[in-house]
């Protein structure tokens, strides 16, 4: 299981990268709004620059034709690293640029995927990663979980090393599930992170075992300050 942060919020990536077990970071030209009047390269650099070369980072193409992709593709590369993966929407023209970004051997992520026939043709091209939008699927009536879980048996019967990426999501409910059906990885945004762990019981928990604790130890001890 890979979870990836999907922002390009720098001080969101810098907290999660040292508090959680982060694969990579996507983004994509929405995200990037967020962030207000930015330098794009420089940004991108500054969030390969937190996350290492470790960890995967997913960066968006906005041409729409072929021959554009291909070269937004190539000026990622060249003002970037090597390593970063490519973004490429999963319409005609965006699995044409992934079938010759792939016969390069670079690494694509195909994205806006809405139904299971797009996913299987950019299995079929080689995607690294596909990225159904499972929110945005529910929303116009597709059933998220059974179309991730026919992509993920897709991929086992034709022993593709592409994984999923199952990205948009509303709730943490739905990031479980999308895992449970056979996604390799979900992109979530902070905000779900945060919902998943605040929940109030988990605060209780940890307040309860600490009052057990200074009833047995003293007030505002630790382990650490127990003599030995």
Known sequence: MEILLDTANIEAIEKYAAAL???????????????????????????????????????????????????????????LDQEIYIKVPANEVGLEAIKELKSEGLNVTATAIYSKFQAYLAIAAGADYIAPYFNRMENIGIKAPEAIAAMANEIQQSASKTKIVAASFKNVDQVTTALEEGAQAVTVAPDIIKQALAMPSIAQAVEDFAVDWESIFGKNSTIASLKI
Do not use: C, Y
């Not at 694969?23 to 500054?46: Q, W």
């Not at 072929?66 to 000026?75: E, F, L, Q, R, S």
């Open 21 to 79: 077990p982060l694969a990579g970071v996507t983004t994509n030209p929405s995200i990037l709004k967020k962030e207000g009047n930015i330098e794009f390269f420089s940004h991108m650099r500054k969030i390969r620059e937190i996350i290492g070369t470790n960890r995967s980072l997913h960066v968006q193409v906005v041409a729409q034709d072929k021959a554009g992709m291909v070269k937004d593709a190539k000026t990622l590369l060249e003002q």
